[in-house]
């Protein structure tokens, strides 16, 4: 459907291009208007062309399908001119690299954006994540299953789209591609030359894109500005641009009791029970407040600046509002603002398994228990160090740590053993929020939001932005777009179609930011 | 196969039945030896007839097949002149109630058994729980498959039959219906009336047991001894007495993050993470040595006496082996006896769940965390007053506790939340170790087991007593003939055929047992 929306490849006109500020601005206001117009007309369109790419399902250990996702996005940007191919490593996902030139291009941008969606659990999902369905509104607020519009009708920015990956991490390519389509149509020049590199396995810790920066180095050394499509847009509705991202590593622990299951009568009170010794372990490391108590655990962080304090401080404070979503009395460590725990560490306990409970619990003395525990890092926070004071911690609690479960020579030998398997990871990334280099997307966005920007100094989320600050030293600044409360991660995510507009919008004055 | 055997159906010689310790024990002699001879003899039959039993599934929500049981196993006993009725209470399991008098009779003894096993979770199992497997001894011993006997064998008393309820409880089933043959076939007389209740809800908690004692209370009125056959022998392998049982009762508790699982990037640091406040709620309840800190939870018990203390003393210490065998390098309370320990009131970790560990684990902030929680109980202990002290302990820990899961209001006024599903359960029974009605079966056991009969003052299983106490005040002991390491509760659960074997001398004993 998307293909019958005029598109022009290549013929740019340069009518636009005249230097200034004044002038610039100009342009980018033009260039807003156009995305305004576009997806004002071709609002049905775009819905439609987003959801046939939402139906390919995204994991990126589902070998075939992550392909033809791979395929299917890149052949939508050969189509509106860019160089593309699909660079490969080891059997991994392919990553979509692409690069467009603009004559008299003011700086070369990199886009990233990761294709691949987070494994899906079907069983909780209100639909089928890769059926993508439209609602109302949301879901937890009434929203209702209404049908997909055709050409001409009116789009009510509050309708959202449900599926996998409808805001983590596809939707800036609708978003990206209207753009590109929206300027085309109205003669708009870019000022950038744009280099796209799309990820094809984010979600799995995006284990080969070391070696794919590495090996394809010479077409990511002449970066001025990287550009990061992912994450929520603000959690108050505002749309912001966010100058770091946490690091991210984990590790599993599991503590043993009994070699095999003990009748808890015959031998409870007298055989070692592995969730007491889990839970006593796992309490010692963090306190009710939620600050964390392994040693060094804070040392390696940079300090907040005062800039950091005061764009958290201009920022809107959506914490009571966020409680309120989210059923939540209180948060963290007293309330404290969440802009500022988000600039420290943090220590998740993502899982806990230790036999059953419930119906298939049993009267037994379980032989293990199991915590996953995921590790956010910030700037200064190695995360193989992280992961080392973890387990000093464990071992200060008299724990022997082991790499398999023990043999019973082990077992017979300590008292307490941990087995610890250490995940893999990667640090934080961040930028100096009064960079020369950021400032025309900074103005650009000005002229998109308004004083509604927020200018956030640390995502939560991670990506692997380390990797990009070796391969081209430039700025990393990411633009998110999705609705904060987007179910990311997690079953019935979806994106807000008000969302997926203002991401044309966005896109449309970034591509034509001037100094 | 056993039908070919013979057995006499009431035609009792009373020959034998001169009163007098000398005599009597030349009868208890007499029967032990008779008992012997069956088992050199029919060894093969016994054991065919008793995998024949155990390929009947027997989870007691199996309507048709504990039905099944049920049938099969009173035509074994009315074949044996036994009178027999299934009787009925609200579409649960029958209670199996047999009945034999002895002319002459010194007493009546009731014999307990259930004949409903653990839920078996297949998936674990080395084979399918309900085909009965042979294995030349222990699988964890190097034990390898070989055929069943056939009649004329030789039987190895290492040997061991693998299925569910191997041991826990339909072994004293065989080892009865042996006994009786072994004393019909030798013209040997029994000295008690006896009575028969086989509960077929036991592994269920015995929800219906109460009203079947009290529907039929006339049948239960007139006991002079109650028998309990079940639970293992002692660990040392030597044939043990038990002249208590612990009670159990038992709760669920569920504590709570955000209402949906939350991004645990944009989200870890501020929303509070279950999994931390229910390890921190649960390592407030035990300490590293495995004593419970909760208030009073100690008070209630009866003292240990001094014939409890010589008992334990008297007993072959298993401390060491039982820690070797299951891979242990201390047990709790800085390696204090097992029998001493039973002694005192358990608080069991059963089960931890909050989202997933492993493959399956994400990077989430579940919204949830449960732990179910086992008590086992001493004599003085009130199941209800116990989960009380566990919810006021909870309580004191800040906990606002609910009954279902919190609706929006509950959440935003409570920041600590805890959802308590209380078990039903039932209080532990003690009988005094010198009751002049037990002598004769201590003097009957100690001819078959000499100085290595241990006297047990508690086994730390639990069975439904209390009610028995009520329905006809009288001793209580319980008599086990299972090997300990059978895997009670849990998969592959076996039993060792010389411990079959004891079990049809041990009752050989007891049906001629003397004042």
Not at 212 to 229: A, P, R
Not at 302 to 314: E, H, L, M, Q, S
Not at 336 to 353: T, V
Not at 439 to 454: C, Q, S, Y
Request: glycine share 8%.
């Amino acid at each position: 459907m998307m293909k019958s929306v005029k598109h022009i490849a290549c013929a740019l006109s340069a009518a636009f291009c005249i230097h200034g500020v004044a002038h610039a601005q100009d342009n980018v206001e033009a260039a807003i208007q156009a995305a305004k117009n576009y997806h004002g007309q071709y609002g049905a369109e775009i819905v439609n062309m987003f959801t046939d790419l939402l139906a390919i399902p995204n994991d990126a250990l589902d070998e075939e399908n992550i392909r033809l996702n791979a395929q299917t996005i890149a052949t939508m940007f050969e189509e509106r001119g860019f160089a593309m191919e699909l660079l490969e490593h080891d059997g991994a996902p392919p990553l979509i690299y692409g690069s467009l030139e603009t004559p008299g291009a003011q700086r070369t941008i990199a886009i990233y954006v990761h294709y691949d969606g987070q494994p899906t659990e079907d069983v909780k999902w209100s639909h089928s994540p890769f059926e993508p369905v439209l609602y109302s509104r949301s879901m937890t607020d009434g929203g209702e299953v209404i049908p997909f519009p055709v050409p001409g009708d009116t789009i009510n920015p509050d309708w959202r789209i449900y599926a996998r990956s409808a805001s983590d991490d596809k939707a800036p390519i609708p978003a990206l591609l209207s753009a590109i389509d929206a300027l085309r149509g109205e003669d708009i020049p870019f000022t950038s030359n744009i280099k796209l590199i799309f990820d094809g396995e984010e979600e799995r810790g995006s284990p080969n894109l070391d070696e794919y920066l590495d090996t394809y180095s010479e077409k990511f050394s002449d970066i001025d500005l990287w550009l990061f499509c992912d994450g929520p847009g603000h959690q108050s509705g505002q749309p912001q641009l966010v100058f770091g991202v946490r690091g991210v590593t984990g590790l599993e622990v599991t503590v043993y009791g009994p070699d095999r299951g003990l009748h808890s009568g015959h031998y409870g009170n007298w055989a070692p029970g592995p969730g007491w010794r889990l839970t006593s372990l796992l309490a010692s490391m963090k306190d009710s407040e939620g600050d964390v108590l392994i040693d060094d655990f804070y040392s390696s962080s940079i300090a907040i600046t005062d800039a950091d304090r005061a764009a958290i401080a201009a920022a809107p404070s959506v914490d009571d509002d966020l409680r309120e979503t989210f059923g939540l009395a209180r948060s963290e460590s007293n309330n404290a603002p969440l802009g500022e725990r988000i600039l420290q560490p943090a220590l998740n306990l993502q899982g806990l398994k230790s036999a059953e409970v419930g119906d298939k619990s049993r009267n037994v003395i379980p032989p293990s228990a199991t915590a996953a525990i995921g590790l956010r890092l910030v700037k200064g926070n190695d995360p193989s160090d992280m992961l080392d004071l973890v387990e000093a911690h464990i071992r200060a609690q008299g724990y022997h740590i082991v790499r398999e479960d023990p043999d019973r020579k082990t077992r017979l030998k300590y008292p307490l053993i941990a087995k610890v398997t250490r995940g893999t990871g990667y640090p934080a990334v961040k930028s100096q929020m009064d960079d020369d280099r950021v400032a025309p997307l900074i103005n650009a966005l000005k002229t998109v939001a308004g004083d509604e920007l927020v200018l956030t100094p640390m995502l939560g989320g991670s990506l692997p932005l380390y990797m990009f600050e070796e391969a081209s030293p430039a700025p990393i600044v990411v633009l998110p777009i999705a609705n904060f409360d987007n179910n990311q991660h997690a079953p019935d995510e979806n994106i807000r179609l008000g969302n997926l507009f203002y991401g044309i919008e966005a896109y449309a004055s970034m591509l034509t930011m001037e100094e």
